[in-house]
């Protein structure tokens, strides 16, 4: 596989399974967020199931110190992304590193890292990713799709001198949002050096303050951010509806990753 003429050996996925998952356990969730199971797969193996399927061999899974849970379920993953060409392995951040922080020290100097999160599952093609962003000759690229939300209260609008011009109930409003999905050049990268806490929104304003050029990607996949019981409902719904969109270790194994 080529990708615009970009090398595999030059790609490394990052799947970000760090958080406290607070949301989660207060819904009533017994397991680490990461995996819970959305189609009796967790949404750990789905992520690092999307990235192999895209020509991502090379995976490393991001996790504070203590995820034992974690570290034996990437432990016993290993040989099964083996078996579909790819490699897995962890880093336990002794220290937090934030949203993205740990980036910096995955992979070969040479590499542009492709940053997925754990808790959200989506039927986004990060191939297609993947590509716009060597394409681009971009710092950082990031998925983006459209979101609407719904105010819990009435809008009202008024004038200058008080008067109420329109009441709306619970207005709706739709907004572009990161699909918790980026891919970081190299040069990016060296921004993330020494290893050091960093969060997502800050090192994309940083970027942007020193000129870098930092793209988006938008697209209309389906995507959940599975944070609670509820929200991992509406995925089981969403993967049942179109199964083969939503690739696993052994649904690779079975149709094989290159295509």
């Known amino acids: 596989m080529s990708l615009n003429g970009l090398r595999p050996a030059s790609m490394h996925g990052l799947v970000m399974a760090g958080g406290a998952g607070s949301r989660m356990r207060a819904s009533g969730a017994q ?16 992520n690092i199931a999307a990235l192999v399927r895209a020509g991502v061999r090379d995976v490393t899974v991001a996790a504070s110190r203590g995820h034992e849970d974690i570290a034996r379920f990437v432990d016993g993953a290993a040989a ?45 093609d990060l191939r297609r990713v993947v590509e716009h962003h060597v394409g681009g000759d971009a710092a950082m690229t990031i998925g983006v799709h459209r979101e609407a939300f719904t105010m819990p209260f009435g809008r009202v609008v008024a004038d200058v001198h008080g ?29 993330l050096r020494p290893p050091r806490f960093v969060m997502l929104a800050d ?22 951010d599975v944070n609670d019981l509820a929200a991992r409902q509406r995925a089981e719904v969403m993967v049942a509806a179109d199964p083969d969109r939503f690739p696993t270790l052994a649904s690779l194994a079975t149709t094989g990753v290159l295509r």
């Open 31 to 46: 397991e680490p967020k990461p995996l819970v199971a959305v189609g009796g797969v967790s949404v750990l193996e789905r």
């Open 163 to 191: 008067r109420v011009r329109a009441y709306d109930e619970k207005p709706t409003a739709t907004f572009t949002v990161s699909s918790a999905v980026c891919v970081l050049a190299p040069a990016a990268r060296d921004e």
């Open 203 to 224: 090192f994309v304003n940083g970027l942007l303050t020193s000129g870098a050029h930092v793209a988006s990607f938008p697209h209309d996949a389906p995507w959940i």
């Open 80 to 124: 099964r992304v083996r078996a579909v060409g790819g490699t897995l392995g962890l880093v336990q951040e002794d220290r937090p590193l934030g949203s993205l922080g740990v980036a910096g020290i995955v992979g070969k100097d040479e590499d542009h890292v492709v940053v997925v999160n754990a808790d959200n599952v989506t039927a986004l």
